[in-house]
C-alpha cells in the first residue's frame, strides 16, 4: 500500500513553505510534524512513496516484525525441554512477507494520515537543492523555503568487488525475505548482521558470520556480548572473526567466496551472502554546495547543538550528523529543529543515547560502556547482577542475562548500564531515565520495582554497587 499523498504538483511549478523537511524517515516525519504543532506551513519530500524512512520500510520496523517471528519459533522449540512438545513448524514464506509488508503498509498510512491531520505538505521524488532558499523535486515542483531541515539518512556501504547478484544481500534485501537459504553468509557481525542472522537462522538457514574485528558487535562490552556469542556459536556453523571476505563470485551453484582469518581456509559455497559492514550518510548527492552547505569526505554535515548547519536557516539531523546512526536519536533531533526553526528555545542536550541490538538474547547498553572507560582513561566503579539470580529470567529458562552498572566514584552518579538478556532492549530505558535525571544507584535501589520481573534486576545491581542486596551473598561491601 502506498503512502497517500496530499494533492499532486506538478513539475515546473513552485510551492512557497516556511519549512522544507527533506527526508521522511523517524528524523524527517518528527521534525516535519513538530513544525507543524508549531504553526509553521512545512513541505516534507522523500524519494520513497511512503514516509517512514529506512526504519519504518526496509529497517527497524520488518526487522522487528521478523524477529518476533523467530522468537515464537525459538521458544516453540524451547519447549520441548519443559515437556511440551510441537511438531517442526511449517514456514509459509509468503504469507510471513505479507503480514510483515501489511505492518509496513499500516505504519506507513498511519504516517500519511498524521501529515494530512497537520496539513504538511508532502511531495514524492528526490530533492536537491538548486539555492539556497530552493529545492528542485523530480519530476515535482520546486520549492522555495524560508527553513530547511536536512533528514536524509544513510545507505548500507557497498564491499567493493563484489558482483551483481541477488543472491548477495543487503540489508533491504534480506528483509524482503524472498527465501531462505540453505546456507547463508553474514558479512560482518554488527547489529545488522547478528539481528537478521537471528531472523534467518530460526527460519531454517545454516549460518556463518565473518566479523573483522575479534569479537561479535564491536564497541559493546566482552561481558555482555558473552552470552549472545555462547547462544549463537552453539547454533550456527561458524563464528569466524577476526575474517574477512576477499572475494565472492555467483556461479550457478551458489556463491563462491574466498575468506581470509585465522579459521578461515580454501573457497566455500553459500547459497546467499548478506554484506552488512556499516552504514554511509547520503549527505553527497543532493546539491549541498548550491545551498552552501558543507559535506565533509565521508557524506556527515557538521550542526551545533541546536542542529544548525553553518548556514543559519538549515539545520541538519539523524544519521546525516553523524553516529550514532539510530531513530531515535534522529526523531529526538528533529525536535530540537523543528522548535529552534519555529522560533522556540531548545537544545540538543541528550547526556546519553540507549542502543540495542535485538538479537537473541538482546544486547542493551546506555552511556559508559566499560570499553569506552578503559580506552579513554575514565575513572569508574561497576556493580552487576546476574540474571540466574533472577527467579523471572530462570521461568523464562533464560537465566544467562547479564545487568552491570557504571558508576562515578567521586559523585556517585550513574554513569552508564549495560543488559544482555531477554527483553533487554525495553528494560534499557529505566537506566537512560535514570542516567537523564541524574540518579546514583541508590535512587535505583530505593526505588520499589515489581516482582518478579527482569527490571529488577537493575535495582538488584545498583543494590549490589549500595552493599545491600540480599538475593545474592557476596564478598565486599555490606551497608
Ligand atoms: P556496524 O558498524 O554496527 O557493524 C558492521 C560490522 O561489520 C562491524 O562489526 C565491522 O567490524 C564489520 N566489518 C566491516 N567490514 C567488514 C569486512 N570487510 N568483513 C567482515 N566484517 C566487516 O554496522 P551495521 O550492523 O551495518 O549497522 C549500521 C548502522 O545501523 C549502525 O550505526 C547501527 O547502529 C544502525 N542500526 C541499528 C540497529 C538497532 O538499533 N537495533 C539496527 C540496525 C542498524
Redesign the pocket.
Known sequence: MKTEKTKKVPAGETIDTDLLVLGGGPGGYTAAFRAADLGLSVTLVDARDSLGGVCLNV??IP?KALLHAARSLEEARALAELGIEFSEPRIRLDRLRSWKEALVAKLGGGLAGLARRRKVRVLTGRGEFIGPHRLAVADGPDVNFKQAIVAVG?Q??R?PGLPDDPRIMD?SAALALKSVPGRLLV?????????LATVYAALGSRVTV????DG????CDRDLVQPLQERVAARYEAILSG???VSAQAREDGVHVVLEGPRASGSQVYDAVLV????RPNGAGIGAERAGLKVDERGFIAVDASQRTHVPHIFAIG?VVG??????KAAYEGKVAAEVAAGRKSANDAKVIP????TDPEVAWVGLTETAARRDGVAFESASFPWAASGRALSLGRGEGLTKILVDPHTHALLGVGMVGPQA?DLIAEAALAIEMGAEPGDIALTIHPHPTLSETLAFAAEAYEGTLTELYLNGKKR
Open positions: 529497517g527497524c526487522s544513510s548500507p556501504v564491499l540489508s558479512v560482518g557481525g554488527g547489529i545488522i548482521g547478528m539481528e565473518v566479523e573483522l574485528t561479535l558487535l564491536p564497541g575474517t574477512r571476505l552488512a559492514v556499516g552504514r544519521d553516529e550514532p546512526m539510530l531513530a531515535h542502543a540495542v541490538a535485538y532492549g
